[in-house]
């Protein structure tokens, strides 16, 4: 018999109770979202209660701003992780099912989409209140990591987005369908916990070098590169990741079992793995601007 982890037996409810016949319930995916923007907020305050951390000792923005940017991030955030989500993954099945788009508490966020979402929203704000556009976006990409972390941590309490089959010993088995696929352990199949390995690459490690780099090596001085790291630090980790990561099942079908979405003879690459891709080139052209900008 090989070696598993059995998956915890934690509830996706952290409480829940019932209101003249309605049922609430609080869940960790949501307390994911309300204690990441919470926290990340803190941390663009505090940052910004140091001058010299910024270019020309000047902070990109004042606490007011701050506060108010935080609104167009919920919104920015929420509006284009479910736009993408329904773009990128099921355009077919929302095109015939329209009413559905805005039911995201049915769950179907992408983080792509709301990459996309943050950006333009605060882009927006920036340019209406004349504030450095790249100075701001890496005041933000130095504490996203932050979210990233939580919200992998909800994935996995959740038992969702699990990994591909593994005969590993830190395999876990994950329950209801996930665990009926493939028998590798007594009847059931342990899978990656995909989840726990994007926590660590895309939120904790990547977390301690943009903060490393932006208290302690100056980076905000040079605008775009915290930025940039991010991206391509977020990108890289995905890319990486999408390798044991069970694909979403609308891309798997008999003749394309690994879920690729764009694929030849059997090789190819997934949804997440082509949509990380020019983040990856955008970061890493930031991380050239900026430095090309430092010497300059």
Known sequence: MMAAI?????????????????????????????VSLALG?????????HPELW????????????DDLLTWVIVGVILGGRLGYVLFYQPAYYLAHP??????????????????GVMLACVIYWRRHD???LTGADALAAVT????????????????????????PWGVIFPGAAAQDCPL??????????????????GALLLALLMWLAWRRGAFKYPGLITGLFIMGYGLARFAVEFVRQPDAQFVSPGNPLGLAWHVSGYGLTMGQILSIPMIALGLFLVLRARRAGRA
């Open 6 to 34: 059995p998956f915890p037996d934690i509830s996706s409810e952290i409480v829940s109770f019932s209101l003249f016949g309605t049922e609430f319930a609080l869940r960790w995916y949501a307390m994911a979202y309300v």
């Open 41 to 49: 907020w803190w941390l663009v305050v505090k940052s910004l209660r």
């Open 55 to 66: 270019p020309d000792d000047t902070p990109p923005m004042t606490r007011g701003q701050a």
């Open 99 to 116: 009413a559905e788009i805005l039911m995201v508490w049915e769950g179907g966020m992408s983080f792509h989409g709301g990459f996309l």
């Open 131 to 133: 504030i450095p556009v």
């Open 145 to 168: 990591p932050v979210g990233m972390l939580l919200g992998r941590l909800a994935n996995f309490v959740n038992a969702e987005l699990w990994g591909r089959p593994t005969d590993l």
């Open 185 to 202: 352990v007594t009847g059931l199949c342990a899978r990656h916990p995909s989840q726990l390995y994007e926590a660590l690459l895309e």
